[in-house]
């Protein structure tokens, strides 16, 4: 695997599981030392970090922490800057829930919201300043292809994902100077913890969207690694503000 984030500190949120840990390893080998961020306990993912052949030293390390709680925010930027700040982040951990609108209440779109979009602000507040004085970052934001085509029964998880695109394509204006670059990738549905064994699954929906995708397979979080593993790099560092869809080529078909 070439070295292309040797020497780069990358907070991933969501590591424990699903595309979330897939980033956060395949961060750790292309060289980057992983901060990897969630409710759940993230030892798995350090561990796999751990088994990777790399140089001596400790090269990943796992945060409890909720990432819609500013109060978490210090104990993330501590773990980053032990090792002199992070250079990328990657805020990929979000909730999702089906509940019709007229069914649903104002705690559950904040639930969502608090999770989906606050954290985003929370997080690129806490990291940005260290970026932009070292003159580089990467920032990605995960939304989803849903917010192109629309979810019945998830308005507030889409409206979410609308909220992403909208945050980065602001952003980027605002710290490019400084060599920051801010993306969000939209996957489409893609077998994870968090989507298998419910709905999805009980109303056949990977089957549905194999078919209605260019490329007729589930999507795994495998099929990500690639357009992280290049918004993260210098070779994206022209490549700011933007959405990158890699959902088989559903809103396309
Ligand atoms: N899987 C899909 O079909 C799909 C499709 C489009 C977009 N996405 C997006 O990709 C990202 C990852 O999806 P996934 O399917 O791997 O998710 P997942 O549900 O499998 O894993 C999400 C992780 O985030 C963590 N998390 C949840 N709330 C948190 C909080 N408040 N603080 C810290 N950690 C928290 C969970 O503990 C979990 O480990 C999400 O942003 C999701 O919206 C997923």
Not at 100 to 119: C, G, K, L, T, Y
Not at 201 to 230: C, H, N, W, Y
Request: proline fraction near 4%; charged fraction near 20%; include cysteine.
């Amino acid at each position: 695997m070439t070295q292309t984030h040797e020497g780069k500190t990358a907070v991933v949120t969501g590591a424990a599981q699903g595309i979330g840990q897939a980033f956060a390893v395949a961060l750790a080998e292309r060289g980057a030392r992983v901060v990897a961020v969630d409710l759940a306990d993230c030892d798995e993912t350090v561990q796999r970090i751990e088994r990777l052949e790399r140089v001596e030293g400790t090269n990943a390390v796992a945060i409890r922490a909720d990432v819609s709680d500013p109060g978490a925010m210090p104990r993330i930027l501590a773990a980053a800057r032990a090792w002199g700040g992070a250079d990328i982040l990657v805020s990929n951990a979000a909730i999702q829930e089906f509940v019709p609108f007229e069914h649903m209440n104002f705690a559950q779109w904040r639930r969502i919201m608090s999770v989906n979009v606050d954290a985003l602000f929370h997080l690129a507040q806490a990291l940005l300043p260290d970026m932009r004085e070292r003159g580089w970052g990467r920032i990605v934001a995960m939304s989803s292809n849903t917010f192109h085509l629309g979810m019945p029964g998830a308005s507030h998880y889409v409206a979410s994902k609308g909220a992403v695109q909208g945050f980065v394509r602001s952003l980027a204006g605002e710290v490019g100077v400084d060599g920051v670059t801010v993306n969000a990738i939209a996957p489409s549905l893609t077998r994870t913890p968090g989507t298998s064994g419910g709905p999805q699954d009980a109303q056949g929906q990977f089957e549905m969207a194999a078919d209605r995708q260019a490329i007729k397979r589930t999507e795994s979080p495998a099929d990500l690694v690639g357009a992280l593993a290049f918004l993260t790099s210098d070779a994206a560092a022209f490549v700011t503000g933007q959405t990158l869809l890699v959902d088989g080529g559903w809103a396309h078909a």
